[in-house]
């Protein structure tokens, strides 16, 4: 019996919707004469568990504003239920924002540094692998270079070459990220596919049904906050896309 | 506590950050790290050129003032630096996960380094026109600046992380430090000596006055600096002391406002 490596367990998460957003000088005077301000509470997860195994990959589908983003943060540990308890145990590689904390004025070289050490590398470890690095984002001479002379693509391809080379035990992904060029996005394909191999877990949020069902075993159903389906990915894609439908002609 | 653990194994991360704003400064500037020089020195000249000229202050008014300026120089980009710290990073913050303090941190650490550089001005500003008439600062009243320093660092980190953390909640903190920092270089003795100032009368009333004014943990820090680098002397005990339980009240604050909010970040940066 082996532990999950992501477990929720009656996950609550609701967010605060001011009218207005609040002014430390109002709110303080609202305070003073005991008026709070009106607040809205909207219910992005409700009661949401699940559990993932170690070497499972598990893809989330759903319409928009199903609370996909939501739970992903809550996996990533950037964001915090309001109820129930989410586990994750294992380094994570968030798939999320390529590039996070890029800066501009740096060189290539240098936010790379930056960049792997926000994503948990010791220095030792950057070291050793800034050469693979390099290689795999194919910028060549631009490493060197300040980042705001890099194309769009190259900073992707920069960011996605980082994420890449941390080896995480878990991958979030919110959509197959399209960088570059073909080649370029068969590349990135091939690594999302050989975590997979490797035995890593890929969590992955994709309005894309191809990608879920080629690279997940299991997929979970959101609807409104709540699960809708959960099971094996062809079942889950099924139901989804028969409820759609049925959306469509209603 | 687990606040500055974390920050402890999180310390590469936190030089790489530091590292990354110093680069990124000095590379958009022309001058490099004599900018840094440049503002404080402009500052000081007018100051001085006012106090002198327009004051009667004495000769070596440039060296009451730079004791003053520099070490609230410090204090001041701490606090703008902190505000943004959180919402500056954003999408980091919303899209990886780690302790959040490292941010304010790496701030008041690059704000250190820029302290350490302005410092030179003090040591030269002195050399040349002196500490007050009668007064020696090479005495071992210079080792009082360990204490000093260690408050004034405190203070920074406390009251960086409370506004790093309010602006984040509620985004007119930025404009409400900015002000409140006008009002405290009036308030705090940067220009002056609050020495000479209270005790210039012996009314009864000022005492209550003189409490009030060092209920400011800046204040305290500031004359404490004035005491040790331009009259010589050692900090007043009672004034250090007062100092010390204002930066621990406001430290307790800020490391406990800071904890609190720190799980929302994420969801209120929009």
Not at chain 1, 86 to 93: A, F, I, L, R, T
Not at chain 2, 38 to 67: D, E, I, Q, Y
Not at chain 2, 111 to 137: N, R
Request: charged share 15%.
């Amino acid at each position: 019996m082996t532990a999950p490596v992501i477990k929720l367990t009656n996950v609550c998460k609701s967010y605060r919707l001011y009218k207005q957003r609040p002014f430390l000088a109002r709110e303080f005077f609202r305070m003073l004469l005991q008026r709070p301000s009106a607040v809205d509470v909207h219910h992005a997860l409700t009661d949401v568990s699940f559990e993932v195994m170690p070497g499972e990959s598990v893809g989330v589908l759903g319409r928009n504003g199903a609370g996909k983003s939501t739970l992903l943060s809550l996996v990533a540990k950037t964001s915090y239920p309001t109820s129930g308890t989410v586990e994750v145990h294992g380094s994570m590689g968030p798939l999320l924002e390529l590039g996070a904390g890029f800066h501009p004025d740096l060189s290539g070289h240098e936010n790379v540094f930056l960049n792997a050490a926000i994503l948990g590398l010791t220095r030792s470890e950057i070291e050793d692998r800034f050469d693979a690095i390099a290689d795999f984002a194919e910028i060549g001479e631009f490493m060197d270079a300040p980042l705001h002379c890099y194309s769009t693509g190259m900073r992707a391809r920069l960011g996605f070459a980082v994420i890449a080379q941390v080896d995480p035990d878990i991958v979030l992904i919110d959509e197959i990220l399209a960088v570059g060029d073909a080649q370029f996005q068969a590349k990135c394909n091939k690594t999302i596919s050989g975590f997979k191999e490797a035995g890593k877990n890929l969590f992955l949020v994709s309005h894309n049904m191809s990608d879920i069902s080629r690279l997940c075993e299991r997929a979970i159903w959101l609807e409104r906050g709540r699960v809708a389906g959960a099971g094996p990915t062809d079942e889950v894609i099924s139901n989804y896309m028969e409820y759609t439908r049925g959306l469509s002609v209603g | 506590m687990q606040t500055f653990k974390d920050i402890y194994r999180y310390r590469f991360v936190l030089s790489a950050l530091v590292a990354k704003e110093l680069k990124a400064e000095y590379r958009s500037m022309a001058l490099g790290f004599l900018w840094s020089l440049l503002n404080p020195l402009v500052m000081l000249a007018v100051l001085s050129f006012v106090l002198v000229w327009f004051f009667r202050g004495n000769w070596n008014a440039p060296s009451l003032v730079v004791v003053g300026l520099v070490p609230y120089n410090f204090f001041s980009y701490c606090l703008s630096g902190c505000s943004s710290s959180i919402i500056g990073n954003s999408t980091l913050v919303k899209h990886v996960s780690f302790p959040r303090q490292i941010l304010p941190v790496a701030m008041i650490l690059n704000h250190l380094v820029h302290f350490a550089i302005q410092s030179t001005l003090i040591v030269s500003v002195l050399a040349v026109f002196g500490p007050a008439e009668g007064a020696s600062v090479l005495t071992p009243n210079l080792l009082w600046l360990v204490p000093v320093f260690t408050l004034h660092l405190g203070l920074c980190v406390g009251v960086g992380l409370l506004v790093a953390a309010l602006n984040v909640v509620y985004r007119d903190t930025r404009y409400i430090i900015e002000s409140s920092l006008q009002v405290l270089f009036w308030l705090s003795p940067v220009l002056y000596s609050a020495r000479d100032a209270f005790s210039a009368s012996q009314k009864a009333w000022v005492h209550y006055v003189y409490y009030g004014y060092y209920m400011n943990p800046l204040s305290g820090v500031l004359s404490s600096y004035r005491a040790i680098l331009y009259y010589g002397t050692a900090p007043n005990l009672l004034i250090l002391a007062m100092t010390l339980v204002s930066t621990l009240i406001v430290g307790a604050i800020g490391v406990r406002a800071f904890w609190v909010h720190e799980r929302q970040f994420a969801d209120l940066i929009q």
